[in-house]
């Protein structure tokens, strides 16, 4: 048996007057329902917006909600009482009705003929009478205009609310009346505005000390006076603004409060200070990504900053009342831009990119696998939607979000584009990457906001992580050879030699030829390959947390230290650091032993590569807890396999990497749990570029055991050779790896 057609009903009236009274409304609302019982349709929802203007679409949000319903497939049927209830726009009209006809809905009009969107003879006649509600609307427009000039001409004021120093009389046609306590302010404001020696807050900072106030009892504030000392209505002038740069002045009705002479001084005042202004202005500070740059962990919007120590983007969630390990730290914007401009200048399509496009777009089998998979997976989003409207993602509504956005960038992704219109885009992108050398700040910031929606940043490394460009762009970046698209239609950096790593400010280390050693984090970090204190007499972070230890402690300094094989121990020059005692924690009993030590005995705890691999982190944060004193410090570092997008297991073994992230913590996660034990927490973050032999990589896919089938393997293997590159007669593929390291503070 099939369903009733849904239908939604949407009533409209235009002023707070018909509003109050519900006449329009209630009748509207009746007849729309016997309308739709005669035709044995369902009403599933009514929409009622009492007191809404239908110029335009703005500000309507039951309309907002009804096209919301529509687009997830809800209505098949809007009803309204007559057409000029939805608008009186025609673009706004015809928006809404090829809204509607993309999502297989239909419009009734109770009072007027129903459309069907399918019908070239029904659009036409829709066209026509949406334009009709348009010229109704002009011609309503221009009447009002006429009248509003009229009063003008006649001296009259053109709102029945009186400006501040004057009262209306309650007749609309009868000039206003001066308020004297009101008028003083006003004239006070003026003298001494005009002697050039005040500035706007210094004016209302006297009137407010001498008792004047605004007409609701509240202080006068600099821009309320700013208002007034413009306005000419006070020099007993009427105004009529047709348009906001053009305005007509007549003779007013009104007493004036202020002279001519007195507004004109004022007015030059204003220009006086305004330039004088300008010219001790600070330079213009340019911020390549500004408006579309946002934090890779909590996804919020970066603030561009400038200080007197230069520009930053920084992370403000704190500020607006959110939580984010990024919070109040800033990245300086010359070493993410410099990013930036690393990719443009990259930005050189292949030779054969044409012909790669052309297969893609012009096959006739290729476009309706594409039309296929989108309506999967439109259909994937409609089901996960009703899932969630029916409580089957209750307290798991982090994992619906991430599933859902997921849905949403793939089909962003899905070349819907035509060829044209991509090879206009590779002729912008060719351009870009000739001239961005050459060009201004201001040039290249309108290049990066031409083809780039969003950039995520990591202000804490800094490093940008991830940038989506606009669709056209797509599949241009798909071409790249050292881009990496990490999720649909997003892309991240991947070095593809040493030169490029630290162009893009990466740290290189040396290549991984053999699996032989201990794995510090296995298969992530084989060892620690850079040893930061070779060549010095102390670890210099070891030091620096010495150095904040002794300002607050007198007597010795206990150090914990976990020994890890491959990981280079802490240097301690004893010469300057007697009264330090290093107590060494070997072995898989490290934890029993630092508890043994005793309740807050420790103030250093240096324990690397702990966390990821504890079976229960929470027991391990907590019992490190206790045996560090207040103030003490514990030195983590740790790999970030979440944030490893360009390791080599994440990009050709996706689904071992997925069970890596699962089972280890990510930034935000070790953050809250630091924090948690009251850890003042500031974890920065390291990407490392790291060449892998292909030997190694196979010797650690044995390794993995049932974790990894054998045909798995062996199309990885096809796939990593496919990408491996040459050099010295090996095979090697370009790999990174995200460390993560903090000194935490307790306490």
Not at 117 to 136: E, G, H, R, V
Not at 170 to 181: K, L, M, S
Not at 229 to 245: E, M, Q, S, V, W
Not at 681 to 692: A, C, F, W
Request: with cysteine; proline share 4%.
């Amino acid at each position: 048996m099939s369903r009733k057609p849904r239908a939604a009903l949407y009533a409209r009236v235009s002023t707070d007057m018909q509003a109050e009274k519900g006449k329009s409304i209630k009748a509207q609302v009746a007849e729309m329902h016997e309308y739709v019982e005669q035709r044995g349709w369902e009403v599933v929802a009514e929409y009622v917006e009492a007191g809404r203007s239908a110029k335009t679409r703005k500000k309507r949000p039951e309309l907002d909600k009804m096209m919301a319903a529509v687009r997830e497939g809800e209505i098949d049927i809007v009803v309204v009482h007559e057409l000029s209830r939805i608008s009186r726009s025609i673009y706004d009209t015809l928006d809404l009705f090829q809204e509607l006809g993309e999502h297989n809905a239909t419009f009734v009009s109770v009072k007027e003929k129903e459309f069907d969107f399918t019908d070239p003879a029904q659009k036409m006649f829709l066209t026509i009478l949406a334009a009709l509600n348009q010229y109704y609307l002009e011609i309503l427009k221009l009447h009002t205009s006429k009248g509003k000039r009229e009063r003008a001409r006649e001296g009259l004021y053109n709102s029945s609310v009186a400006p501040y120093g004057y009262r209306n009389t309650g007749d609309r046609n009868t000039p206003f009346e001066i308020v004297p306590r009101e008028a003083e302010a006003v004239r006070l404001a003026a003298e001494l505005y005009s002697t050039r020696k005040y500035s706007l807050q210094e004016v209302a900072d006297v009137l407010n000390e001498r008792g004047y106030r605004k007409r609701n009892g509240r202080i006068i504030t600099a821009e309320a006076l700013r208002d007034i000392l413009h306005n000419r209505f006070y020099t007993g002038k009427a105004i009529y603004r047709p348009g906001t740069d053009k305005e007509e002045i007549f003779e007013g009705k009104h007493e004036p409060i202020l002279s001519e002479e007195t507004f004109e001084a004022v007015q030059e005042a204003f220009k006086v200070r305004t330039d004088g202004a300008r010219a001790y202005q600070k330079p213009f500070r340019v911020y390549l990504l500004s408006a579309i740059s946002e934090c890779d962990l909590c996804g919020r919007a970066l603030r561009a900053q400038g200080t007197n120590a230069g520009r930053y983007y920084r992370e403000s969630s704190g500020k607006r009342g959110y939580l984010c390990a990024n919070n109040g730290i800033g990245a300086k914007a010359d070493l993410v831009e410099r990013q930036i401009g690393e990719v443009y200048r990259r930005l050189e399509l292949p030779e054969d990119w044409k012909e790669d496009l052309e297969k893609m777009v012009s096959s006739e089998e290729e476009q309706l696998r594409l039309e296929q998979k989108r309506e999967r997976m439109e259909a994937e989003r409609r089901r996960l939607l009703m899932l969630y409207r029916k409580g089957y993602y209750e307290g798991a509504e982090e994992e619906f979000e991430e599933e859902f956005q997921a849905i949403k960038e793939e089909l962003a992704a899905l070349p819907t584009i035509s060829p044209e219109v991509i090879e206009e885009a590779a002729e912008g992108l060719s351009r870009m990457r000739e001239v961005w050398d050459e060009a201004t700040m201001e040039e290249k910031r309108d290049m990066v906001r031409m083809s780039l929606e969003r950039v995520q940043v990591d202000v804490s490394e800094p490093r940008i992580t991830g940038f989506r460009p606009y669709p056209p762009f797509i599949p241009l970046f798909r071409e790249m050879e050292f881009l990496h698209e990490r999720s649909a239609g997003f892309f991240s950096v991947i070095p593809t030699s040493e030169e490029e790593a630290e162009a893009f400010l990466m740290e290189v280390w040396p290549a991984l030829k053999v699996a032989g050693g201990e794995w510090l984090w296995h298969p992530y970090v084989r060892r620690w390959e850079v040893d930061p204190a070779k060549g010095k007499r102390i670890t210099p972070r070891f030091s620096k947390v010495l150095k904040k230890i002794r300002r607050n402690v007198s007597a010795s300094i206990v150090v914990a230290e976990v020994e890890q094989e491959g990981y280079p121990p802490l240097k301690l020059d004893r010469r300057k650091w007697p009264e330090v005692r290093m107590e060494r924690l070997a072995g898989d009993g490290w934890l029993e032993k630092l508890s043994e030590m005793g309740e807050g005995s420790v103030h250093v705890v240096h324990a690397p590569f702990v966390l990821q691999g504890s079976k229960d982190p929470e027991a391990l944060v907590e019992a490190v807890t206790k045996a560090v004193k207040e103030n003490g410090v514990w030195m983590v570092t740790e790999p970030v396999i979440a944030r490893s997008y360009f390791h080599w297991i994440a990009r050709f073994f996706p689904e071992v990497w997925k069970e890596d992230v699962i089972r280890t913590l990510d930034v935000s996660e070790m953050a809250g749990l630091l924090a948690g034990h009251g850890w003042k927490v500031r974890l920065l973050r390291k990407t490392v570029y790291q060449e892998v032999e292909m030997g190694l990589v196979e010797e650690v896919l044995r390794g993995f055991g049932e974790r990894v089938s054998g045909e798995e393997i062996s199309e990885g293997l096809e796939k990593l050779k496919a990408r491996a590159r040459e050099r010295r007669g090996k095979l090697f593929i370009p790999s990174t790896v995200v460390m993560i390291r903090g000194d935490l503070v307790k306490g």
